[in-house]
């Protein structure tokens, strides 16, 4: 099941996240405690028995309240695979992925539902078809919900900015400057930063970075070696890959390359 991922942290006192972002879409369920939820510029907490829902792209953080104990589960689901089961169930007017703008659900209904899939996912013993359903089922019951909500419109980025973000994505394995960026978009130095930071919730250089992270995210998974998947994601040496992997993914880059294999990462021992 290439197109997901499952990550199980049995306590969050021990992972602290910058703010970031995924290519994915993610649905966490908190399974123990609360914790703080940045959401772009929304701040909330949440608690055991919420879920909490991410849009690819869109930068987010959870972090533990006072050192406190928390504890959550957390699905990374591919977005083209997402879309073409939006698009067959009717959802989606075309095979395009279109943002979902429900952020926290606090339904016991979904949360119960949400665990069952989970703990399926996570039981070796279970065959793989039975995953594959339990998957579908409940990621396609939780898309009709939420494709009939209403949607809240957001303001769009100017066309300027887009094509900067654009020139990043195709650029972040390179040594990029300010001055080119400046020169793309016609803006000076401190509105692009500003300007930037506000539509896409990361400064240009914190959004380069976290297209690195992906980008070395996806070598790890595909089973490149970390000294060569930190070059290809344009980072300068091994160790300071390893640390901003670690600081956006609360994992380094060898946990997640092991528990990658296993289908599973548990924060909290490493590996498992």
Same mark, same amino acid.
């Given at each position: 099941?290439?197109?997901?991922?499952?990550?199980?942290?049995?306590?969050?006192?021990?992972?602290? =996240?910058?703010? %970031?972002? %995924?290519?994915?879409?993610?649905?966490?369920?908190?399974?123990?405690?609360?914790?703080? /939820? +940045?959401?772009?510029?929304?701040?909330?907490?949440?608690?055991?028995?919420?879920?909490?829902?991410?849009?690819?792209?869109?930068? %987010?953080?959870?972090?533990?309240?006072?050192? #406190?104990?928390?504890? =959550?589960?957390?699905?990374?689901?591919?977005?083209?695979?997402?879309?073409?089961?939006?698009?067959?169930?009717? @959802?989606?007017?075309?095979?395009?992925?279109?943002?979902?703008?429900?952020?926290?659900?606090?339904?016991?209904?979904?949360?119960?539902? =949400?665990?069952?899939?989970?703990?399926?996912?996570?039981?070796?013993?279970?065959?793989?078809?039975?995953? +594959?359903?339990?998957?579908?089922?409940?990621?396609?019951?939780?898309? +009709?919900?939420?494709?009939?909500?209403?949607?809240?419109? !957001?303001?769009?980025?100017? +066309?300027?900015?887009?094509?900067?973000?654009?020139?990043?994505? !195709?650029?972040?394995?390179?040594?990029?400057? @300010?001055?080119?960026?400046?020169?793309?978009?016609?803006?000076?130095?401190?509105?692009?930063?500003?300007?930037?930071?506000?539509? /896409?919730?990361?400064?240009?250089?914190? =959004?380069?970075?976290?297209?690195?992270?992906?980008?070395?995210?996806?070598? @790890?998974?595909?089973?490149?070696?970390?000294?060569?998947?930190?070059?290809?994601?344009?980072?300068?040496?091994?160790? %300071?890959? #390893?640390?901003?992997?670690?600081?956006?993914?609360?994992?380094?880059? *060898?946990?997640?390359? *092991?528990?990658?294999?296993?289908?599973?990462?548990?924060?909290?021992?490493?590996?498992?």
């Amino acid at each position: 099941m290439p197109h997901v991922e499952l990550r199980n942290v049995e306590d969050g006192r021990q992972v602290c =996240y910058y703010p %970031h972002s %995924h290519t994915q879409w993610s649905i966490g369920a908190i399974t123990g405690g609360e914790s703080t /939820f +940045q959401y772009r510029n929304d701040h909330c907490r949440v608690s055991a028995g919420d879920l909490v829902l991410m849009n690819p792209e869109w930068v %987010h953080a959870c972090n533990p309240i006072d050192s #406190q104990p928390w504890a =959550y589960l957390m699905l990374y689901v591919d977005i083209d695979w997402l879309t073409d089961l939006r698009f067959q169930a009717g @959802l989606l007017p075309e095979r395009k992925w279109q943002d979902i703008h429900t952020a926290t659900i606090s339904e016991p209904i979904w949360y119960e539902r =949400y665990c069952r899939m989970a703990g399926c996912l996570l039981d070796p013993q279970r065959e793989l078809l039975e995953k +594959q359903t339990e998957t579908v089922g409940f990621l396609s019951d939780l898309m +009709q919900v939420l494709a009939t909500l209403p949607e809240i419109q !957001d303001k769009r980025a100017p +066309q300027a900015l887009v094509v900067l973000a654009n020139y990043l994505d !195709d650029h972040a394995a390179e040594d990029v400057s @300010l001055d080119t960026l400046c020169e793309i978009s016609g803006y000076s130095a401190g509105h692009l930063i500003r300007a930037f930071r506000q539509y /896409f919730g990361l400064t240009p250089h914190a =959004y380069l970075v976290n297209r690195r992270v992906q980008l070395g995210r996806r070598e @790890l998974k595909n089973g490149t070696p970390i000294v060569e998947a930190a070059m290809n994601a344009g980072f300068a040496d091994q160790p %300071h890959f #390893q640390r901003t992997f670690k600081r956006l993914m609360a994992a380094t880059p *060898n946990q997640y390359r *092991n528990a990658s294999s296993h289908q599973q990462i548990n924060a909290t021992d490493g590996e498992k």
